[in-house]
């Protein structure tokens, strides 16, 4: 069982800037997905941005240019880097981590606003 817990959430401006975290209770294997995902109201839970153990980084074309995913396979986390925000980025996020069995491990949510 993989525990992740996110942080960095907040109420922020048009244009502004917000850095997400997520830290895995147990050491996660290079070979396993990590990423974030976002849930607004009336609307299904879709990727953000994901990123492997080696590095390479898939973004979702509403997010590419402004979003930046990293991560430290040493301290086992995550980080969702948001610049340029805008008010449809308003959402729940989520961290996930996937690993090549199948088995997918989901954070509680941070809340994200942005709104003048």
């Known amino acids: 069982q993989v525990q992740l817990v996110e942080s960095g959430g907040g109420l922020v401006q048009p244009g502004g800037s917000l850095r997400l975290s997520c830290a895995a209770s147990?050491?996660?294997?290079?070979?396993?997905?990590m990423g974030w995902y976002r849930e607004a109201p009336g609307k299904q839970r879709e990727l953000v941005a994901d990123?492997?153990?080696?590095?390479?980084?898939n973004y979702a074309d509403s997010v590419k240019g402004r979003f930046t995913i990293s991560r430290d396979n040493v301290k086992n986390t995550v980080a969702l880097q948001m610049n340029s925000l805008k008010s449809e980025d308003t959402a729940v996020y989520y961290c996930?981590?996937?690993?090549?069995?199948?088995?997918?491990?989901w954070g509680q949510g941070t809340q994200v606003t942005v709104s003048s």
């Open positions: 147990k050491n996660i294997r290079r070979d396993a997905v």
């Open positions: 996930r981590t996937r690993f090549p069995s199948g088995y997918t491990y």
């Open positions: 990123i492997t153990g080696g590095g390479s980084t």
